[in-house]
């Protein structure tokens, strides 16, 4: 089974069918894992849902999709985020806005736990330093975390009991062993990591 692991994919429909083809050109995939914020900031909310839609699709909830649809208030967010949230929302219908509401905080797919922010703090929480890392480990019943929100791909592995965090690696395969580790796949529609390319991983079962 091979998995395509998104995250933050803001309605950038563009990057999203860049990933796609990228992905199905280099072995295909059999279902898409979505960590979040499928919508705001990007021109194309319900293209990109029902893209995605398209595909066995496993799915937690991010803080744009949230606010989109007014389940979260977005005053908390700078102008631009602000703004596309609430354009977002006059955009969508009323299937695409229950299926945003929809998402589940976390989902459980074999070994990895999914979460758009934080085990700790679900959609709000950045998991970008040792204390978040640290409070999400306290709480992960799997082996692997997977993680979205801050568009920055890497590895965070337990080293002796302690979070460290590692650059991901392009086109390297890693082995997942019985160690925990918090993996962030990069952000699809907007990266935050000075390369504009679309940052993506694949699990292999296999």
């Known amino acids: 089974m091979r998995a395509l692991i998104l995250s933050d994919i803001h309605a950038n429909l563009e990057a999203l ?31 990109c849902i029902r893209r995605i839609q398209e595909f066995d699709l496993l799915a937690v ?12 208030d977005a005053s908390d967010f700078n102008v631009a985020a602000k ?9 969508l219908n009323s299937e695409e ?11 459980i797919q074999d070994s990895f736990t999914l ?12 998991l970008l330093d040792r204390d978040s890392a ?5 709480l992960l019943d799997t082996t692997n975390c997977l993680v979205g929100h801050s568009h920055i791909p890497f590895l965070c592995c337990e080293v002796g009991g302690v979070p460290e965090f590692f650059d991901f690696p392009e086109n390297i395969p890693i082995e997942l062993t019985d160690s925990r580790q918090i993996i962030n796949p990069g952000g699809v529609g907007q990266p935050r990591d000075r390369d504009p390319r679309p940052s993506y991983a694949v699990y292999d079962s296999s």
């Open 97 to 107: 806005h229950d299926f945003l509401a929809a998402l589940p905080f976390v989902s």
């Open 17 to 47: 069918e860049a990933v796609i083809a990228d992905a199905q050109w280099r072995g295909g995939f059999d279902s898409i894992w979505c960590l979040g914020d499928i919508v705001g900031y990007g021109p194309d909310p319900s293209a």
């Open 61 to 72: 909830a991010g803080n744009h999709d949230h606010a989109a649809i007014g389940l979260i």
């Open 83 to 91: 703004a596309a949230a609430n354009w977002t929302g006059a955009q």
């Open 115 to 126: 979460v758009h922010g934080s085990l700790r703090d679900p959609i709000v929480e950045y």
């Open 134 to 138: 640290v409070g999400t480990l306290a």
